[in-house]
């Protein structure tokens, strides 16, 4: 059974740093797309950062800069590191896994979620 857990989140001050991480197990995804996703409260579930087989990254224009997403394979594990945090970045984040190595933006396209974990940036 496959299972990604995360980890991390909590509050920080605006300006202040966290990471995520995302740790699969039942299955291998180092040569699969997997990416960060993020909802706030009475938004849609919006895309953050991916990256695909290859470790092409991709993001979200209002957190380029400032987010990496990074992956371990011999963890089989993925991260979020996150800077220079807003006020804005509150959301509770997910991890999401695809059957494919090709990234997408799509929510949808993902097959495999994590159980999402709070961010909360004060201002």
């Known amino acids: 059974q496959v299972s990604l857990v995360q980890s991390g989140g909590g509050l920080v001050q605006d300006g202040g740093s966290l990471r995520l991480s995302c740790a699969a197990s039942?299955?291998?995804?180092?040569?699969?797309?997997m990416g960060w996703f993020r909802q706030a409260s009475g938004k849609e579930r919006e895309f953050v950062a991916a990256?695909?087989?290859?470790?092409?990254?991709y993001y979200k224009d209002s957190v380029k800069g400032r987010f990496t997403i990074s992956r371990d394979n011999a963890k089989n594990t993925m991260y979020l590191q996150m800077m220079a945090l807003k006020p804005e970045d509150t959301a509770v984040y997910y991890c999401?896994?695809?059957?494919?190595?090709?990234?997408?933006?799509?929510?949808?396209?993902?097959?495999?979620w994590g159980q999402g974990t709070q961010v909360t940036v004060s201002s």
């Open positions: 999401a896994a695809r059957n494919v190595e090709y990234y997408s933006r799509y929510p949808g396209m993902y097959a495999y």
């Open positions: 990256l695909d087989w290859g470790g092409r990254t």
């Open positions: 039942g299955r291998t995804f180092s040569s699969h797309a």
